[in-house]
């Protein structure tokens, strides 16, 4: 949802623009010549014309303040909100401006306080210089004054900014420095130079100080010893996790993600092989296991497989015990549920798919998602053309910048190359090992623990899969292959109960040195 939409939509109805019949989330606004609908979950508006709010040139010029041209409607509402006279134009062409002085001829000619200030990325968008002169030409020749201004700064639009920070940005707006003024092309030279000058980082160490103190510093998997090698838990950056298949790669992401869930944050989770219902059902049975664990009312045989509970929906009330304990599973699940979103593959899924359903959790929930991605080598490629290689190539880079630009952890879920099946888990494993190595700042691999000591055809994965005594149970070792701001050598013991899908976290020990 718009952020500020509220607050735009009380400023509307006060203003008697507004539809009195609209929604809580739309607002349909009537000018004299002109119908706009906003919808305020989404942020679009219905087409409009060229120009919005037109009286902002008769308001400003005869109450001496100054009119922002912006090119977004729902900006020029947020300043129109803050007290300011704003209107908005999709393009700045000189017969646009020409339309707008002439219906203001007279109180253009009549009033001596006539300051125009345009936004940046709106005079910009002109690639013309010779279209710029002839803009200039014509404000002078009115006699009025006008410079550009840099309203957003780092931010994606006002609307953003005023969200993020509102008393910076209404500080900014109140101190607009008007030396360069009457040239739109110096005023572009200008706010370009600031801008390349704002990028050393003398300009950014406040800013970013501040914004460190602001956001939560970690983010816990809910695995004890994990976190403890992780500083806490997980960062802003770039994860990957691998394994053969069996050992409960995507169980073990899907344990964490509900834990991240559980603690009020949002989780985007990308299932691009598995469907939403088997995903639901891994956490309820999950869930079975510890409530059967945690209550002596109940015994182990209360716990479920996800089979078990498909059964068991269908026979509820041959089965009194069982089925109170899947209600109270659904009950734990459905007290974090609204915060994960599972978004199973019904087309092929890429990097941009990905970024979409990033802004639009954003605008849903006003929260940045934890991004989970199972798995990598399921992803849609870039290029059809390209080799396997350069399409991971390209979606770990893409992958590695949406963790930055969103300031979010993204995980990735890997499959291992065939060939390294029977040896301990190493950077060779990975497929396209090369870009998972370099992009991501911490490398993860489960395996089993009789890996790291038996190689070749020692290992027998089968074996291992069945276990000693429980076909059920697997003794399962998470190791750090590389974490980039953090401790390496180090491996986790799990007990992974498969057919509950639980990890329970053993111990941390210390990797053996190759003689």
């Not at 718009?2 to 009380?10: M, R, V």
């Not at 960062?235 to 790669?249: D, M």
């Amino acid at each position: 949802m718009i952020s500020y939409f509220n607050e735009i939509k009380e400023y509307v109805i006060k203003n008697s623009l507004s539809n009195s019949n609209d929604s809580d989330n739309e607002i349909t606004i009537k000018t004299d010549d002109d119908t706009i609908f906003i919808d305020g979950e989404t942020r679009e508006i219905s087409d409009s014309k060229e120009i919005f709010n037109i009286k902002a040139i008769q308001n400003g010029f005869i109450n001496r303040k100054e009119v922002f041209i912006v090119k977004d409607v729902i900006d020029a509402l947020c300043l129109l909100t803050n007290g300011y006279e704003a209107m908005s134009i999709k393009n700045l062409k000189k017969e646009t401006l020409k339309i707008i002085f002439e219906e203001n001829a007279e109180l253009i000619e009549k009033e001596n306080f006539k300051k125009i200030v345009f936004d940046y990325s709106l005079v910009v968008g002109n690639k013309s210089i010779k279209e710029l002169k002839k803009i200039e030409s014509l404000l002078l020749d009115s006699n009025i004054r006008f410079c550009i201004f840099d309203f957003i700064g780092k931010y994606k639009n006002i609307n953003d900014f005023i969200e993020a920070d509102k008393t910076t940005f209404l500080k900014r707006v109140n101190n607009i420095d008007y030396k360069i003024s009457n040239n739109l092309t110096a005023g572009i030279k200008d706010i370009e130079k600031k801008k390349v000058a704002d990028s050393f980082d003398n300009s950014h160490i406040d800013l970013y100080l501040s914004e460190l103190r602001q956001a939560e510093p970690y983010i816990p998997t809910g695995f004890k010893h994990l976190d403890e090698l992780l500083d806490g838990g997980l960062y802003e950056g770039l994860y990957t996790i691998g394994a053969i298949p069996s050992l409960g790669k995507t169980t073990f992401m899907l344990q964490i993600a509900d834990y991240i869930a559980g603690q009020g944050r949002c989780v985007l989770f990308f299932s691009l092989e598995m469907s939403r219902m088997e995903l639901m059902l891994k956490t309820l049975s999950r869930h079975t296991y510890l409530i059967t664990e945690n209550n002596d009312k109940f015994t182990s045989k209360n716990a479920m497989t996800t089979n078990k509970i498909r059964q068991l929906l269908r026979k509820e009330k041959e089965y009194p015990n069982d089925f109170e304990v899947l209600c109270r599973a659904i009950d734990k699940y459905k007290e974090y549920a609204k915060n994960k979103r599972i978004i199973e593959r019904t087309k092929k899924i890429g990097i941009g798919d990905i970024k979409k359903e990033i802004e639009n959790t954003i605008k849903i929930t006003g929260k940045t998602p934890i991004v989970i991605i199972d798995y990598l080598q399921a992803l849609a490629p870039e290029n059809d053309r390209n080799t396997e290689k350069q399409n991971v190539d390209i979606a770990m880079t893409e992958l590695k910048a949406i963790s930055r630009d969103y300031r979010t952890t993204v995980f990735i879920i890997s499959s291992l190359n065939r060939s390294n099946y029977k040896t301990s888990i190493s950077f060779e494993a990975f497929k396209e090992s090369g870009s998972v190595e370099y992009a991501s700042d911490v490398v993860l691999g489960l395996q089993y623990i009789k890996a790291s000591e038996l190689t070749g055809d020692e290992l027998d994965i089968e074996t291992e899969s069945r276990g000693k005594n429980d076909t059920s149970i697997r003794d399962i070792e998470l190791v750090f292959l590389k974490n980039r701001n953090g401790a390496i050598g180090k491996s986790i013991n799990y007990k992974y109960y498969a057919s509950f899908n639980y990890f329970e976290s053993l111990k941390i020990k210390d990797k053996k040195k190759s003689p």
